[in-house]
């Protein structure tokens, strides 16, 4: 399966936001709002200007407007030769339903990076899917950029703040990735291949549907996914299904980001394995290396992790390393 790349921004270059999910802060919701804005911030701080979609805040009960309204909005973005690309303000739990509003023969046209990660999954795999185009799984601009870079170790935000600029302007590979924090290795092994993956429960909702790729153009894939606030038992029950589905038998490699906030599935009173003795029972048919602990998910600064983009990856080593630029 070809990877579909978008052209390099430049400084002055202007980045559409939309909301595809969870709604725009409203009047009642200030300190959200001013995450909204400084999110911004780092963004001009980059060199980049910020436009605002026009269904930006729209609401229909607890998502960013009706389906039709946000699938127009990023349609339009898309349209726009003035928008270089399109960041998620941020995720929530609808994007599922805005897939089928999307114009991917006008996506495939007009490539552009769509940023975001958690719900904008759904984006990612369906642009994947339908048109080949690279998905950029990284920071959202409220949730992250105006939130938890804001919170965090200066050096680790600046690590993510250039990682973030980097990939989005520089027609060089990433090449190794410095680790913010520790990885830990899950199975001893090296594999290269293209990433795909993003959010698990995400990604398990779309299996079976046009949004979702065929087996075969996954073959030799790196997956790589993440969790946050969910019971461990759905770990399990998700990966079981990929397993169901074949994902496992063609991969050559996993990368398990930070698994945040996770709960007890017997709230105490039954034998609880760790995440690590959890995904080995499901994979114990199965040699691939696993490097988990990788700087992606929920609540921190993130590296990028792009889908369609050729990386190797040493579990043993605990080294991720990108072999081709992200733009063009």
Same mark, same amino acid.
């Given at each position: 399966?070809?990877?579909?790349? *978008?052209?390099?921004?430049?400084?002055?270059?202007?980045?559409?936001?939309?909301? *595809?999910?969870?709604?725009?802060?409203?009047?009642?919701?200030?300190?959200?709002?001013?995450?909204?804005?400084?999110?911004?911030?780092?963004?001009?701080?980059?060199?980049?200007?910020?436009?605002?979609?026009?269904?930006?805040?729209?609401?229909?009960?607890?998502?960013?407007?009706?389906?039709? #309204?946000?699938?127009?909005?990023?349609?339009?973005?898309?349209?726009?030769?003035?928008?270089?690309?399109?960041?998620?303000?941020?995720?929530?739990?609808?994007?599922?339903?805005?897939?089928?509003?999307?114009?991917?023969?006008?996506?495939?046209?007009?490539?552009? *990076?769509?940023?975001?990660?958690? $719900?904008?999954?759904?984006?990612?795999?369906?642009?994947?899917?339908?048109?080949?185009?690279?998905?950029?799984?990284?920071?959202?601009?409220?949730?992250?950029?105006?939130?938890?870079?804001?919170?965090?170790?200066?050096?680790?935000?600046?690590?993510?703040? $250039?990682?973030?600029?980097? %990939?989005?302007?520089?027609?060089?590979?990433?090449?190794?990735?410095?680790?913010?924090?520790?990885?830990?290795?899950?199975?001893?092994? $090296?594999? #290269?291949?293209?990433?795909?993956?993003?959010?698990?429960?995400?990604?398990?909702?779309?299996?079976?549907?046009?949004?979702?790729?065929?087996?075969?153009?996954?073959?030799?894939?790196?997956?790589?996914?993440?969790?946050?606030?969910?019971?461990?038992?759905?770990?399990?029950?998700?990966?079981?299904?990929?397993?169901?589905?074949?994902?496992?038998?063609?991969?050559?490699?996993?990368?398990?980001?930070?698994?945040?906030?996770?709960?007890?599935?017997? #709230?105490?009173?039954?034998?609880?394995?760790?995440?690590?003795?959890?995904?080995?029972?499901?994979?114990?048919?199965?040699?691939?290396?696993?490097?988990?602990?990788?700087?992606?998910?929920?609540?921190? %600064?993130?590296?990028?992790?792009?889908?369609?983009?050729?990386?190797?990856?040493?579990?043993?080593?605990?080294?991720?390393?990108?072999?081709? *630029?992200?733009?063009?």
């Amino acid at each position: 399966m070809k990877t579909l790349k *978008p052209l390099a921004l430049k400084e002055g270059d202007t980045i559409g936001v939309v909301a *595809p999910a969870y709604p725009f802060p409203s009047s009642t919701q200030p300190e959200y709002y001013q995450s909204y804005l400084k999110g911004i911030s780092e963004l001009e701080q980059m060199g980049f200007k910020v436009k605002e979609s026009s269904n930006l805040k729209a609401v229909e009960w607890w998502r960013a407007g009706t389906p039709k #309204q946000r699938g127009d909005d990023i349609n339009n973005m898309y349209n726009d030769p003035e928008v270089r690309a399109i960041i998620a303000h941020d995720g929530g739990n609808d994007c599922i339903s805005v897939l089928e509003y999307l114009d991917y023969d006008l996506i495939a046209n007009n490539p552009k *990076p769509f940023i975001g990660f958690s $719900n904008i999954t759904n984006i990612h795999s369906a642009l994947y899917t339908k048109t080949g185009l690279a998905g950029f799984h990284m920071g959202l601009l409220t949730y992250e950029l105006g939130n938890y870079w804001q919170t965090s170790d200066e050096q680790v935000k600046r690590k993510g703040f $250039n990682y973030f600029h980097k %990939v989005l302007s520089s027609t060089e590979p990433l090449g190794s990735i410095e680790p913010l924090t520790e990885w830990q290795t899950w199975r001893e092994g $090296n594999a #290269q291949g293209k990433l795909f993956g993003g959010n698990l429960s995400m990604l398990d909702s779309l299996i079976g549907t046009p949004y979702f790729p065929k087996i075969e153009d996954l073959n030799n894939s790196i997956f790589f996914w993440e969790l946050d606030n969910s019971p461990s038992y759905r770990i399990e029950r998700v990966l079981t299904h990929l397993k169901y589905f074949g994902l496992f038998d063609v991969i050559s490699g996993m990368i398990v980001g930070k698994l945040v906030d996770m709960k007890e599935s017997s #709230q105490g009173e039954l034998t609880e394995p760790t995440h690590k003795e959890l995904v080995h029972s499901v994979m114990k048919d199965y040699s691939f290396p696993i490097l988990a602990e990788v700087d992606f998910g929920h609540k921190m %600064v993130q590296i990028p992790m792009i889908v369609g983009l050729d990386v190797i990856m040493d579990a043993t080593s605990k080294k991720l390393e990108y072999l081709e *630029p992200a733009v063009l």
